[in-house]
């Protein structure tokens, strides 16, 4: 319905722009409107034609201004650090940097590819930038998986908050960490970390200075950090392969 509205728009002002050269009389306008309008009627598809072209243009201009950002911000990028864990081959040839946010829907159904690409390329190191832009609760997750790391259990506690259909309010993420198997007295210490807040303030900065829309982002190099490609938000397994294979 969005694509089919945005599409309409589009056409109705392409018409409005030809009818306002004055070069037609209103008797001709009226029959070119209408011609238009049962045009549209009788073939839909058009307005979806349209509307999947002008999706594609979308996405094409932002991966374009984000990779044009990136190569300054590489190091920024694929240095792993406090909420910004590492799995994978941490030698590996080619780098991931997955921007993400627990409570992002999207996010959640990448999970499954994104351990499938680490389980399937062993040349793979991913690097999970925490980027907790829905609310408090995904602030609070990101704080205990980053807390968690210093108990060698980052990727456990992350992939729980992935998978759980719950919204992680501090009790539910609580919950799920000792389910873990966390020591719980310890994480709520490093939870209180102030390094911690600082590193999600920094990859909030990262994030704003790369002008990223959303997450998940995905951002890939090789282990040189001269060859990059994107994938901006949700993508099929297909899709992060070629990604992959473009900084090979």
Same mark, same amino acid.
């Given at each position: 319905?969005?694509?089919?509205?945005?599409? /309409? #728009? #589009? #056409? +109705?002002?392409?018409? +409005?722009?030809?009818?306002?050269?004055? *070069?037609? *009389? =209103?008797?001709?306008?009226?029959?070119?409107?209408?011609?238009? &309008?049962?045009?549209?009627? $009788? &073939?839909?598809?058009?307005?979806?034609?349209?509307?999947?072209?002008?999706?594609?243009?979308?996405?094409?201009?932002?991966?374009?201004?984000?990779?044009? $950002?990136?190569?300054?911000?590489?190091?920024?990028?694929?240095?792993?650090?406090?909420?910004?864990? *590492?799995?994978?081959?941490?030698?590996?040839?080619?780098?991931?940097?997955? %921007?993400?946010?627990?409570?992002?829907?999207?996010?959640?159904?990448? @999970?499954?590819?994104?351990?499938?690409? #680490?389980? !399937?390329?062993? !040349?793979?190191?991913?690097?999970?930038?925490?980027?907790?832009? %829905? /609310?408090?609760?995904?602030?609070?997750?990101?704080?205990?998986?980053?807390?968690?790391?210093?108990?060698?259990?980052?990727?456990?506690?992350?992939?729980?908050?992935?998978?759980?259909?719950? +919204?992680?309010?501090?009790?539910?993420? @609580?919950?799920?960490?000792?389910?873990?198997?966390?020591?719980?007295?310890?994480?709520? $210490?490093?939870?209180?970390?102030?390094?911690?807040?600082? =590193?999600?303030?920094?990859? %909030?900065?990262?994030?704003?200075?790369?002008?990223?829309?959303?997450?998940? *982002?995905?951002? %890939?190099?090789?282990?040189?950090?001269?060859?990059? +490609?994107?994938?901006?938000?949700?993508?099929?397994?297909?899709?992060?392969?070629?990604?992959?294979?473009?900084?090979?």
């Amino acid at each position: 319905m969005k694509k089919t509205y945005l599409c /309409g #728009l #589009l #056409l +109705s002002g392409v018409i +409005s722009s030809v009818l306002a050269a004055d *070069t037609f *009389t =209103a008797d001709q306008v009226s029959q070119i409107e209408k011609i238009a &309008h049962d045009y549209i009627v $009788s &073939h839909p598809q058009v307005l979806m034609e349209a509307a999947e072209k002008l999706q594609q243009q979308a996405i094409a201009d932002e991966k374009s201004k984000i990779l044009a $950002s990136v190569p300054n911000l590489r190091t920024e990028i694929f240095t792993p650090g406090l909420a910004k864990a *590492t799995v994978g081959n941490a030698e590996g040839s080619v780098i991931m940097a997955e %921007f993400s946010s627990y409570q992002c829907g999207h996010c959640r159904a990448m @999970d499954a590819i994104v351990d499938k690409l #680490l389980k !399937d390329n062993k !040349d793979l190191q991913v690097i999970f930038v925490d980027w907790p832009i %829905f /609310g408090n609760e995904a602030v609070y997750a990101a704080k205990m998986t980053a807390a968690a790391e210093k108990q060698k259990k980052y990727y456990a506690l992350h992939r729980a908050f992935m998978q759980s259909e719950e +919204s992680l309010r501090p009790e539910v993420a @609580d919950r799920i960490a000792a389910a873990t198997g966390l020591d719980m007295k310890k994480l709520k $210490s490093d939870l209180d970390d102030s390094a911690v807040d600082e =590193a999600l303030k920094n990859n %909030f900065k990262l994030a704003e200075r790369l002008k990223l829309h959303g997450t998940p *982002t995905f951002i %890939f190099a090789n282990r040189a950090l001269t060859k990059f +490609s994107l994938v901006p938000g949700q993508a099929s397994e297909e899709e992060m392969v070629k990604a992959i294979n473009e900084v090979k």
